[in-house]
């Protein structure tokens, strides 16, 4: 027997042998993604294993919760000779002369499941995830993953893991053959078992050495998808193009083409934008001040004051997590038509297959309906969700204050009114919050979580907690008028209106901003909200001022009964119900608002419309991260990722202009004749970054795999 090189493997993989079977463990917690010292920790065991001739297999397995949930992020950006060689760890397993096994718990996600396809075979625990998600950062697998997944699973299931990002069960990877058993009790002694099973097989079965056919039809039919799915986005095209390679060349060819179009994909402005938003809403969870051993509130049950579209999409998030829900209205009528819609909502759930209807009946048993307030005294969450009037909310804290029990939450759903305001007709503030939600309630991801100037370290910490338990993504942000994401569409939606001024038509302005990736623009969204909501309350607002009726252009489409999607008729025309046509009454209205107001029109480029939109986004959310509104600038693209549809790949609005370049974006700004925010102009003078001003503030990136 010949002696193994003197290499100490690295701590993060430890040896045991077991019988014939080296078992190699993976200790990188919290999710042994492949960062430095894992590949190195493999390479040892392989060459312990290689060098022993009574060895006669390999075993892979992760230590702790998981396998290997993929690549390390953080190491995307470091010089290659100090990023961990996935690639050379893979050839190696590829060509490996003993078996090799992989053992699967947890998830083999991306650079994880791409070790485990260069295994020879794979055993997995039946609740197991495998996937490769690569394509939600921007990138492409670059270890292989598309080469070896389509020789194994065929063309169209592995163009459907890899485009989806999305992961797939053990018992389903065992019916395509990228599990080879499922292993029943304990994985690692199942694994030796099967190591002890397959050792000396020979030749041994390598997927490298598999063919796979493809037909030009399928993948016509992924690239013509995509317009659908990625729209404009890199890295799907590429996966579908080195998936068709797989078919076509020898597989050392399309390895190589893989590494390049990886390198290619990596270094994107749309992989980094990517990236940006996964970190940032990590981040987000992160809050200035609050400590982690702050004790969190019991929620077992939930109030919802309002049965409208709010009220009850609301409602569904907590039935869908079993949580018991009290909903309370004025009227029988409004009460019976609230819960006929959220009887709807989950019916058309089921009729799609994403719900049995045994759940629908389950989930609605948890809803209690009633015409008293009284009946929340029990309750430990209470959210009031009704029309924006600060005078009813106050009414409606007050009487609370009275009603609800000792240590519970009370919210309120504002989406711009002062909370602070709201708190303080009780004798708890420290009990108040705001959980702003977005329409559609129960569809929409983010949670506006505003802290009042007395809201408690526990409250704010069990909302937070709860935003989690009802799949939400919450970001925590102070008391402004409109908050973040209200507040800088209010500036976005009056530089839309001066474009219009000046000569731009709305079809076009909407234009300019689905070219950046938006699936509306301003007037499309408008329409969708309805006219009449910011028709109301200008009018309301000029009232109160003092100031004469309000006579936009914008007023008088209202005025004309032209109130938006709902209505069949806003700034667009709605033949169908639901899709916009340019207006000729739009453009009328257009035309005799700008020959009445004297003023002028000249052509404006999509370039100019689309800068001035997306800047004046920018620049109020500088001024709101000076003002301490939003915690980081990270805060404020996950906002606008999940709220209002900023295409992730382009980083959120923050990120995005710090991709232009902060210098380039002030003096844009200021052609355009805007002043820019104090913190912008700062930082562009100083050559720096909103993501740098975050880091400054301390922002880390906690570790996760891909």
């Not at 996600?109 to 609740?127: H, Q």
């Not at 020979?202 to 992924?222: K, Q």
Request: hydrophobic content about 40%; proline content about 6%.
């Amino acid at each position: 027997m010949s002696q193994p090189p003197s290499y100490q493997a690295p701590q993060k993989v430890e040896q045991q042998r077991q019988g014939n079977v080296l078992v190699l463990t993976i200790h990188n917690p919290p999710v042994n993604a492949v960062s430095p010292g894992v590949p190195e920790g493999l390479h040892a065991g392989l060459d312990a294993a290689e060098h022993d001739d009574t060895l006669q297999a390999v075993v892979i397995i992760g230590g702790g919760r998981t396998f290997i949930a993929g690549a390390d992020i953080k190491t995307f950006d470091l010089p290659r000779e100090q990023a961990p060689d996935l690639r050379g760890l893979i050839a190696r397993l590829d060509a490996f002369p003993k078996p090799t096994v992989a053992a699967i718990h947890g998830t083999a996600l991306g650079g994880g499941l791409e070790v485990a396809l260069a295994c020879t075979y794979r055993v997995a625990t039946k609740d197991a995830q495998l996937g490769l998600p690569e394509v939600r950062l921007g990138v492409l697998p670059g270890a292989g993953g598309t080469q070896r997944l389509p020789r194994v699973v065929g063309v169209q299931k592995a163009l459907e893991m890899m485009l989806s990002g999305s992961p797939i069960r053990a018992t389903e990877a065992e019916a395509l053959g990228l599990v080879d058993e499922v292993i029943e009790g304990d994985l690692l002694t199942g694994a030796v078992a099967f190591a002890e099973a397959v050792a000396g097989t020979t030749p041994l079965p390598r997927i490298s050495e598999r063919t796979v056919e493809g037909s030009a039809e399928v993948f016509a039919a992924a690239r013509a998808g995509l317009g659908q799915t990625h729209k404009g986005q890199l890295a799907p095209e590429l996966i579908v193009d080195l998936a068709e390679m797989s078919t076509q060349k020898p597989f050392q060819e399309g390895w190589d083409a893989e590494s390049a179009l990886f390198l290619q994909a990596m270094n994107s402005p749309q992989s980094r934008g990517l990236r940006h938003i996964f970190f940032a809403e990590r981040e987000a969870g992160k809050i200035a001040g609050l400590s982690k051993d702050t004790p969190l509130l019991e929620i077992k049950s939930a109030g919802i004051i309002g049965a409208g579209t709010m009220g009850g999409g609301i409602a569904m998030n907590f039935l869908n997590v079993g949580l018991p829900v009290i909903i309370v209205e004025t009227t029988q009528e409004a009460l019976d038509r609230g819960l006929a819609v959220i009887r709807k909502n989950y019916e058309n759930t089921a009729k799609k297959g994403r719900l049995s209807l045994d759940d629908v009946e389950k989930r609605l048993s948890l809803l209690t309906p009633t015409l008293n307030m009284d009946d929340l005294k029990d309750a430990d969450l209470i959210i009031e969700a009704v029309f924006e009037n600060m005078d009813v909310k106050k009414e409606i804290f007050s009487r609370l204050d009275a009603i609800a029990k000792p240590g519970a939450i009370l919210a309120s759903n504002t989406s711009t009114l002062d909370v602070n305001e709201i708190a303080g007709v009780t004798k708890r503030p420290e009990s108040v919050i705001g959980l702003h939600f977005f329409s559609p309630a129960n569809v929409m991801r983010l949670l506006e979580i505003v802290r009042a100037e007395k809201t408690s370290d526990s409250v704010l910490a069990t909302s937070m907690a709860l935003a989690r338990k009802i799949k939400k993504v919450g970001v925590v942000v102070g008391v402004c008028d409109g908050f973040v994401g209200n507040r800088m569409i209010h500036h976005y939606g009056q530089e839309a209106g001066k474009l219009i001024e000046e000569g731009a038509r709305p079809q076009d302005l909407d234009a300019a901003m689905h070219a950046l990736g938006l699936p509306m623009g301003p007037f499309e969204m408008s329409d969708m909200a309805g006219l009449d909501v910011g028709y109301l309350i200008r009018q309301h607002q000029a009232k109160v001022a003092g100031q004469p009726k309000p006579d936009g252009w914008l007023d008088r489409i209202v005025e004309a009964g032209r109130k938006g999607q709902k209505t069949g008729a806003g700034i667009y025309d709605y033949p169908d119900g639901r899709k916009p046509v340019p207006s000729a009454a739009t453009d009328e209205v257009l035309s005799a608002y700008r020959s009445e107001k004297g003023l002028s029109s000249r052509q404006i480029s999509q370039e100019e419309a689309t800068k001035r939109l997306t800047y004046s986004l920018v620049n109020e959310g500088a001024q709101i991260l000076d003002e301490g509104v939003a915690q980081r600038s990270g805060d404020i693209d996950v906002i606008y990722i999940y709220g209002y549809g900023f295409p992730a790949y382009r980083g959120g609005p923050m990120g995005y202009a710090d991709e232009q370049g902060l210098k380039n974006v002030v003096a844009d700004l200021e052609q355009y004749g805007h002043t820019p925010a104090p913190l912008l102009k700062k930082l562009a003078d100083e050559g720096k970054t909103f993501a740098e001003w975050d880091r400054e503030k301390g922002r880390g990136e906690p570790e996760k795999g891909l």
